[in-house]
């Protein structure tokens, strides 16, 4: 996020696109009601009524899947109407004449149809973003898990570049993102391209900067995303090129990613693979080895917040049972395969962490107890610098020549479409009480209690009424991929023609439906649409049997005694 | 008497502070702490989402012992064990088809920033490869 959450309630208008904070962060949706409370202005883009569209002043209903469509009609409007702050792209930014003749076929006229959202609408909206005095931009997966993401997170920071939106407090643009450390997890290099700090691979000085400091060659090719492991297992021609063996730390693939029947012949498919986690999961299931490690609660550390928050996180309990710090494990393979790798604790790693890192140098162990968090980048070790609430300050951009970079290019529809077999679109969502695939919530007595197997598929009340199925029957959901049973939860949020599935059930597994398909620059899955049926199930009493025992089942191919654990 | 120690909730990207309250080595519940973000503020999921740490078998079980599929079926084993076959079997790839055929992942749940800083370095400077990368994809 280029902004801190802290600076939402204070923001003149919030524009919350494909963002439903009250189920996947109800401590940061508080900030949008009290900036709702304080007279900001509410714009929600959403396929569903949110609770955030609920408190809107603007709800605009998009169809799935069209969002680049209706982020640049609402650029050709500021434009149009004269509302671009002249000064600012002028001072601050590049190709805004290109970006102005790309927008101009996207009217508003234009973008209606494919939106499904009133033209007059797109334009209240326009005005009222580029107006305020200032304007947020919160947006979530509903950008992300689409084949075109990436283009829409530029369309989205380029409305913020048009209308001077950068470079001060409670503006710019916040990507809230999901997991607790998933920032932390790119912040510390586990991504193909980069070291800690966003140092590129490629970059010779950088990577000489590594080397040095590991004692070590380093190769110089970026590395292959996660989602392209099963297309290297199970497609790949070239041997050379193929992955034969895949170490698989705190993540369940077998649950969480796309397409779950390819996933499971990948894994099957490797010479080998090594799962470490603190529960048993479907991943586990086709592990060759298993290496248990201490959780949250056990072990030392630090987070990333969503905002570029550094905080500590402390251990509270002795872990029970034979277990070890994931860095230790690692440390210790790393040691037996001969390059040796030792640390004492969390902050020795921190340390070496910091002094490969310029923009994470200033955030020490010692600072983080004083301060409790520091936003990144933090330079100087000094207590001076106390971190950055928000980036791009004065309007200076992280490209070398400190401009921002107008984007614009073509909508492109979802890759799957309904077609007359698969009438319905699929997208899947979350909700409050669980988290993620479920691996610790669902080990929660409290949490447990509030939603059980097999889920539900919300489905608008006329397509119940066509279907013929009432709240709570099950029903079969199939796509071209896979097909399961859930239960119908007719709603007014959603339109007809959508459904929504949460995704952490193993038996109403909703990434059985969905596809494989990616976003050519962040490899992420479009996991918001695909194209699916739905099957009315007469006998419901069979049906009800068939869902209980698959989900006994899977529980005891997870260890647990069923017989005195009820389900 | 019971002790509170301060950490960062485990659950979302919002990043509250909590305390976590323990007695006799197991944790019984949470209070709000007065964090940046939070502001003596918690979900349900600060509230209650702790429990799992104690193990009451509802979905899966807690793994406690390393395991070593042996003739098709998972087999406890000692550390010494799961980490020199571990070991062997990647040196093994590594050697027969390079570097690039192996992928590992970080993660972004609980383990923390330093075991992925651990864990890229061990693919980058051990293994040989960028082949690391984490379900922000996903």
């Excluded at chain 1, 919160?138 to 950008?143: A, F, Q, S």
């Excluded at chain 1, 905002?307 to 690692?330: C, L, M, N, S």
Aim: hydrophobic residues 35%; aromatic residues 8%; proline residues 5%.
């Amino acid at each position: 996020m280029s902004m801190g959450i802290p600076e939402i309630e204070n923001a003149k208008l919030l524009f919350i696109f494909g963002y439903n904070g009250a189920d996947s962060h109800p401590i940061v949706a508080r900030r949008i009601i009290k900036a709702k409370q304080k007279g900001a202005k509410l714009i929600v883009v959403d396929p569903r009524i949110t609770e955030s569209a609920r408190i809107a002043d603007m709800h605009l209903q998009l169809k799935g899947g069209s969002n680049m469509a209706l982020v640049q009609a609402i650029g050709n409007v500021i434009i149009n109407e004269g509302l671009a702050d002249q000064k600012f792209i002028e001072n601050h930014t590049n190709g805004y004449e290109e970006y102005k003749e790309f927008v101009k076929k996207y009217t508003p006229e234009y973008a209606e149809p494919i939106c499904h959202v009133p033209a007059e609408q797109i334009r209240e909206a326009a005005r009222a973003y580029a107006k305020a005095e200032t304007s947020m931009i919160l947006y979530g997966m509903g950008v992300c898990q689409f084949a075109q993401a990436v283009d829409v997170v530029k369309g989205l920071a380029s409305l913020a570049l048009l209308t001077g939106n950068f470079g001060g407090p409670n503006m710019g643009i916040g990507p809230v993102r999901g997991q607790n450390n998933v920032q932390g997890a790119c912040d510390m290099g586990a991504l193909p391209n980069c070291y800690s700090g966003y140092q590129s691979v490629t970059d010779d000085a950088v990577r000489e900067k590594f080397e040095k400091a590991w004692g070590v060659k380093l190769s110089n090719k970026v590395g292959i995303p996660l989602t392209h492991v099963p297309h290297r297992v199970l497609e790949e021609k070239d041997e050379k090129k193929k992955i034969h063996a895949y170490y698989i730390f705190g993540e369940d693939p077998a649950q969480s990613d796309p397409d779950l029947n390819e996933i499971r012949e990948t894994l099957d498919k490797l010479d080998f693979v090594v799962m470490q986690d603190i529960f048993m999961n479907k991943t586990g299931l086709h592990a060759d080895v298993i290496l248990p490690s201490t959780a949250w609660g056990e072990h030392d550390g630090i987070y990333s917040a969503c905002d570029r928050g550094f905080q500590r996180i402390r251990k509270a309990i002795e872990p029970k049972g034979d277990v070890k710090t994931d860095w230790e494990i690692i440390s210790l393979i790393s040691t037996a395969m001969g390059y040796p790798m030792h640390y004492n604790n969390t902050k020795e790693i921190w340390d070496e962490m910091r002094s490969l890192t310029p923009s994470f140098h200033g955030a020490t162990y010692e600072k983080l107890e004083a301060l409790g968090s520091i936003q990144w980048p933090c330079r100087d070790e000094s207590m001076e610098d106390k971190g950055t609430p928000y980036l791009f300050t004065g309007g200076k951009f992280s490209h070398p020549d400190g401009r921002g970079k107008f984007f614009a290019t073509e909508w492109r529809p979802p890759c799957e479409v309904e077609s007359p077999e698969y009438p319905y679109t699929l997208s899947t969502v979350r909700e409050v009480g669980h988290y993620s695939v479920r691996t610790m919530t669902g080990n929660c007595r409290a949490l447990a209690n509030l939603e059980d197997e097999p889920g539900w598929i919300q489905m608008s009340p006329e397509d119940c009424g066509k279907l013929n199925v009432k709240e709570g029957e099950l029903i079969r959901v199939f796509s071209r991929r896979g097909s399961l049973m859930t239960r119908v939860l007719p709603t007014e949020r959603v339109k007809p023609g959508a459904t929504y599935m949460t995704y952490q059930w193993w038996v109403g597994a909703c990434n059985e439906l969905t596809t494989p398909y990616l976003d050519p620059v962040s490899n992420t899955p479009e996991s918001k649409y695909c194209a699916i049926n739905l099957e009315k199930i007469d006998d419901q009493a069979w049906a009800e049997q068939c869902i209980k025992d698959s989900y006994e089942s899977i529980r005891k191919k997870m260890g647990i005694d069923t017989a005195k654990k009820e389900v | 008497m019971g002790k509170q120690i301060l950490t960062t909730c485990a659950y979302c990207g919002a990043g509250c502070q909590l305390y976590l309250n323990v007695e006799d080595g197991k944790i019984v519940s949470s209070t709000p702490a007065n964090g940046r973000t939070n502001e003596g503020n918690l979900c349900l999921k600060g509230h209650y989402g702790w429990d799992f740490l104690n193990d009451p078998q509802i979905l899966t079980k807690r793994l406690t012992k390393p395991q070593i599929r042996k003739n098709g079926v998972l087999e406890e084993v000692e550390w010494d064990e799961a980490i020199s076959y571990t070991a062997e079997r990647l040196s093994e790839i590594k050697a027969k088809y390079g570097p690039d055929a192996i992928m590992g992942t970080g993660s972004a749940r609980g383990p923390g920033n330093e075991a992925n800083f651990v864990m890229q370095k061990f693919m980058r400077a051990a293994i040989g490869t960028n082949n690391v990368d984490h379900c922000a994809r996903v």
